[in-house]
Nanobody, 115 residues
Framework: QVQLVESGGGLVQAGGSLRLSCAAS????????MGWYRQAPGKQRTLVAR???????NYAASVKGRFTISRDNAKNTVYLQMNSLKPEDTAVYYC?????????WGKGTLVTVSS
C-alpha cells in the first residue's frame, strides 16, 4: 500500500526558507516520478516541482530558481527546499506519485508566508 506523508510546513516571513519532506512507503522513490503540488485557497491544485527516476527535475515557472526538489533514496524521502518565499507561495503542499495509473497523494502540509 502506497503512503505519502508530508511534513515541514509552517509559518514563515517573506524572504525566508522552509524544507518540506515527503516520506514514502510502499514504493521506492528512486524508481518513480515524485512530485510536489500546491493548492491555494479557492484555486486549483498545480504542479510545483517533479523529479524523475533518472534525477531529472522540472519546476513551475513561478518557483524556478527559488525551489529545489531532491530525494534521499536511503530514506525513501523526497524534499522540497523553498527559498526566498513570497506571500503568493502560501498554500497546502501535497506530495504525489503515480503507480499503475493510480494517483497517490499525501494529506498535505500547510505553508503560510507572511508579508
Amino acid at each position: 500500500q502506497v503512503q505519502l506523508v508530508e511534513s515541514g510546513g509552517g509559518l514563515v516571513q517573506a524572504g525566508g526558507s522552509l524544507r518540506l519532506s515527503c516520506a514514502a512507503s510502499g514504493i521506492s522513490t528512486n524508481i518513480f516520478i515524485m512530485g510536489w503540488y500546491r493548492q491555494a485557497p479557492g484555486k486549483q491544485r498545480t504542479l510545483v516541482a517533479r523529479i524523475t527516476s533518472d534525477g531529472s527535475t522540472n519546476y513551475a515557472a513561478s518557483v524556478k530558481g527559488r525551489f529545489t526538489i531532491s530525494r534521499d533514496n536511503a530514506k525513501n524521502t523526497v524534499y522540497l527546499q523553498m527559498n526566498s518565499l513570497k506571500p503568493e507561495d502560501t498554500a497546502v503542499y501535497y506530495c504525489h506519485t503515480q503507480l499503475s495509473s493510480i494517483d497517490y497523494w499525501g494529506k498535505g502540509t500547510l505553508v503560510t508566508v507572511s508579508s
